[in-house]
């Protein structure tokens, strides 16, 4: 195989160490910020800049930062609009898959409190490590709950499709396995006191399976200042979007849409009775 080839091909059948270095050569070659290396962990990464750092289970997501994890995560932050909240120090950010966290590193160097959901366990870890290492006790509750949000508490069929953050309760197309898994209600998990800092933000991203996870919510919902949701075709087999049941739903409960990025299709809604400033 020519070396060249060999560098910016396909290189998914390589040891992690080889991987790596290859990887980190082309970064060099082509002036990216980052550099990528195997960890302890099975299966995790790290990904440095100078700045930051951010730990990956999916060896292609190292690319997302090649311009810089902290401007790959506030990338994310706005594809929710979320970088028009104004002052959010001393707010708390739900998240709802919430994948290796990297929203976690938005909220926290803005200053905001951190509850993170994910299913996926890989993915979990690597937002344990992302967000909450610096913990000392699992009592203080500062770790991924790795449960699924829905709108009953039961046990269900989670279909994992992991290396394209496709994962989902609702059965999707060419989906990699499929485990049972503990759903849960958001208002069994959170109470309105663990929502009193502000502003409170709800960012749902649920693979079509967003209407749910609202609905789970129940009276809990009216606590939060801001929902940003992905409502993008995702929902089955049939790649539906969620926008029409998750806008009923939101609406009813006194929100209204503010910002909306129709390329990806997420949307913020802004609680009616909030009294945080937004940046129009």
């Known amino acids: 195989m020519p070396f060249t080839e060999l560098i910016s091909g396909n290189r998914n059948w390589l040891s992690p160490k080889l991987y790596c270095l290859l990887?980190?050569?082309?970064?060099?070659?082509?002036?990216?910020?980052?550099?990528?290396?195997?960890?302890?962990?099975?299966?995790?990464?790290?990904?440095?800049?100078?700045?930051?750092?951010?730990?990956?289970?999916?060896?292609?997501?190292?690319?997302?930062?090649?311009?810089?994890?902290?401007?790959?995560?506030?990338?994310?932050?706005?594809?929710?609009?979320?970088?028009?909240?104004?002052?959010?120090?001393?707010?708390i950010l739900v998240d709802r898959g919430a994948n290796v966290g990297e929203l976690g590193l938005w909220a926290r160097s803005s200053?905001?409190?951190?509850?993170?959901?994910?299913?996926?366990?890989?993915e979990a870890t690597c937002c344990d490590l992302n967000n909450f290492s610096s913990y000392t006790t699992v009592a203080e509750g500062r770790t991924t709950h790795r449960l699924a949000l829905w709108h009953t508490s039961t046990t269900l069929e989670f279909y994992s499709k992991p290396a394209s953050a496709d994962s989902s309760l609702i059965q999707m197309a060419a989906f990699v396995s499929v485990k049972k898994i503990k759903a849960v209600r958001l208002d069994e998990m959170l109470t309105a006191e663990d929502l009193v800092s502000r502003p409170a933000v709800f960012k749902v991203e649920a693979e079509g399976a967003e209407p749910e996870v609202l609905r789970g919510a129940g009276e809990l919902l009216k606590c939060f200042d801001y929902v940003a949701v992905d409502c993008g075709p995702e929902r089955g087999i049939e790649k539906r979007h969620t926008f029409i049941e998750t806008h009923a739903i939101l609406i009813e409960a006194g929100f209204m849409p503010v910002a909306a990025n129709f390329h990806r299709v997420t949307i913020l809604w802004r609680n009616n009775r909030s009294t945080h400033h937004f940046e129009a």
Do not use: W
Not at 40 to 50: A, E, F, L, R
Not at 61 to 80: C, E, P, T, W
Not at 112 to 121: G, K, L, R, V
């Open 23 to 91: 990887t980190n050569l082309e970064n060099l070659i082509r002036s990216k910020a980052h550099r990528f290396h195997p960890t302890n962990h099975k299966g995790v990464y790290v990904v440095s800049d100078p700045t930051a750092k951010l730990h990956i289970c999916r060896r292609r997501r190292h690319n997302r930062s090649k311009r810089g994890i902290m401007r790959g995560v506030g990338k994310l932050a706005s594809d929710y609009s979320l970088n028009r909240l104004g002052q959010v120090s001393g707010g």
């Open 111 to 122: 200053g905001m409190n951190y509850i993170a959901f994910e299913p996926e366990d890989l």
